[in-house]
């Protein structure tokens, strides 16, 4: 069965600085894995997503992502923080041999202050 | 449309009751999925639907939950005999294919007292 892991339920960071948000995931098969964030009182966006390829992935408002497979993580990451990027961020796993069904993570709290 | 739709936003109804949630996929996306998010947690898995069919139903926590999607775009979520322990937001997305990410809609809050 396939499962996330967000070892960090809050991360607080200054204005500027790098930010990284942690996801370790489990899956039987080869993994798509992909990140999405929630701003208060708004649904569900979409960010990035790593399917194959390059272990570096790019992805909406200068956020990108770092596959590692022999760890078996997705850090998200942002070499420069801005107040705006404070919201919940959920990592997901999708298992390429079950199908559809994307498993999410807890949720990690991301908090910049200026 | 130009994104997923979901009504009614909120919903309040009385414990034991029947109800309906809809979601209205974006257009060509085969692919509808429903999640519910209770306070604090992740979106947990319920059903996905490739085309009309359930093709993964295995996260419907009883036979108390059902959903529908008779003709491959709107899809219906039902819960009969609703418990407190129902309360949460039930999301919907699509996608086009196994490897795009999931558009959402701004979810139903179900509420039973």
């Known amino acids: 069965a396939q499962s996330v892991a967000q070892p960090e339920d809050q991360v607080n960071v200054a204005e500027g600085n790098p930010l990284t948000v942690k996801c370790t995931y489990s899956v039987s098969g080869n993994p798509y894995l992909f990140w999405y964030v929630q701003y208060p009182n708004r649904g569900l966006q979409f960010l990035l997503k790593?399917?194959?390829?390059?272990?570096l992935v790019k992805g909406s408002y200068g956020f990108e992502a770092e596959f590692n497979k022999s760890q078996t993580s997705f850090h998200l990451k942002k070499p420069s923080a801005l107040v705006s990027d404070s919201a919940l961020y959920f990592c997901?796993?999708?298992?390429?041999?079950?199908?559809?069904?994307?498993?999410f993570g807890a949720g990690t709290r991301l908090f910049v202050k200026a | 449309g130009a994104g997923v739709s979901q009504t009614p936003s909120n919903k309040v109804t009385e414990k034991g009751k029947y109800v309906e949630l809809r979601c209205d996929p974006i257009?060509?996306?085969?692919?509808l999925y429903w999640y519910r998010q209770s306070l604090g947690q992740g979106p947990e898995f319920l059903i996905y639907f490739q085309g009309t069919g359930a093709a993964d139903d295995s996260g419907l926590p009883n036979d108390r939950f059902f959903a529908v999607r008779p003709e491959g775009s709107v899809s219906t979520l039902k819960i009969q005999r609703t418990e407190r322990g129902d309360s949460a937001v039930y999301l919907c997305?699509?996608?086009?294919?196994?490897?795009?990410?999931?558009?959402f809609g701004s979810g139903t809050r179900l509420t039973v007292v």
């Open positions: 997305a699509s996608s086009r294919d196994r490897v795009d990410g999931y558009t």
């Open positions: 790593y399917i194959t390829g390059d272990n």
């Open positions: 997901a796993v999708r298992d390429t041999t079950g199908g559809f069904k994307t498993i």
């Open positions: 257009s060509g996306h085969t692919a």
